[in-house]
Each structure stands twice: as structure tokens, then as C-alpha cells.
């Protein structure tokens, strides 16, 4: 019937065909990741909230994101489930309502990716990573 012998065996064609497809589905906007433009107007949306997920030390160094509330990571999890007042006190800034967007950034996606699924966990469904984070940031804004 065919005139060549398949060195591929047919079930390994169908999953490269399927990954094929998700890769290309992938390339398209995702609304449930931040843009770095979106990052940018963040100082004119104060129904959004960025939350930097690095260690003060990093921020210090580096710089910041304007708008961004400095969470490290390793109090995250705390931070939410602070009341609004406690919250405020701790880092100055309103306690994000859960239907909020809320948008997270670190160093370079991994740590601003475990922080919206966290707070994703925690009931604020409209979470979401920037994945350029600072590295994307710094270098668009010239800053390094």
C-alpha cells in the first residue's frame, strides 16, 4: 500500500502532531499572562495590582517596577491570608480584593508564575504572571 516503510512509529506522529498544535495555539495572546505594555500601564489602572515577588535585597540592587507592592516570595502565602488592615500595615498598600487582576513579577517568570498560581489557589481567580518579569523590564526601559 505505501511504497515506504515508516520509521516512525504512528502513535509518536500523533503526539508530535498534538504538540504541534498546542505550540501553535500557545503563540496567540494569552489573557492569562501579562504583557509587558500592560506592566507598563499598570500606574494609570489602580484596579490592578503588581506584586514583586523577589527578596528586598534583589529589589534594592536592581530597582523596581513602578507600581509594584514588594512581596518575597517566601511571605506570600502569608500576605494573603492577612486581613486588609494587617496587610496594610505590613506593606503599605490596599490588600488586593479577590476579583482584582493581579499581576506578579520576580527576575526572569519562574518565581511571578508560582505566585499567580498560589494566588490562584487562594481564590483570586483573575491572577497572572508577567513572564518577562525584570530582566524583560529592565532591558526594555534601558536600565541595564
Given at each position: 500500500m505505501f511504497p515506504f516503510r515508516a520509521s516512525v512509529p504512528f502513535?509518536?506522529?500523533?503526539?508530535?502532531?498534538?504538540?504541534?498544535?498546542?505550540?501553535?495555539?500557545?503563540?496567540?495572546?494569552?489573557?492569562?499572562l501579562a504583557t509587558y505594555e500592560e506592566v507598563k500601564d499598570i500606574p494609570?489602572?489602580?484596579?490592578?495590582?503588581?506584586?514583586?515577588?523577589?527578596?528586598?535585597?534583589?529589589v534594592e540592587k536592581d530597582g523596581v517596577i513602578p507600581g509594584s507592592i514588594i512581596i518575597p516570595f517566601m511571605e506570600l502565602e502569608?500576605?494573603?491570608?492577612?486581613?486588609?488592615k494587617e496587610f496594610n500595615m505590613k506593606y503599605g498598600h490596599e490588600?488586593?480584593?479577590?476579583?482584582?487582576?493581579?499581576?506578579?513579577s520576580c527576575l526572569g517568570g519562574q518565581y511571578a508564575q508560582m505566585g499567580s498560581d498560589l494566588a490562584r489557589k487562594h481564590g483570586w481567580e483573575k491572577a497572572k504572571p508577567y513572564l518577562g518579569s525584570w530582566l524583560e523590564w529592565s532591558k526594555r526601559e534601558g536600565l541595564d
Open positions: 502513535w509518536m506522529l500523533v503526539v508530535i502532531a498534538a504538540n504541534w498544535t498546542f505550540a501553535e495555539d500557545t503563540l496567540h495572546e494569552d489573557k492569562n494609570n489602572h489602580p484596579e490592578k495590582y503588581l506584586i514583586d515577588v523577589r527578596s528586598r535585597e534583589l502569608n500576605a494573603l491570608m492577612m486581613n486588609d490588600k488586593p480584593p479577590r476579583d482584582a487582576v493581579v499581576i506578579f
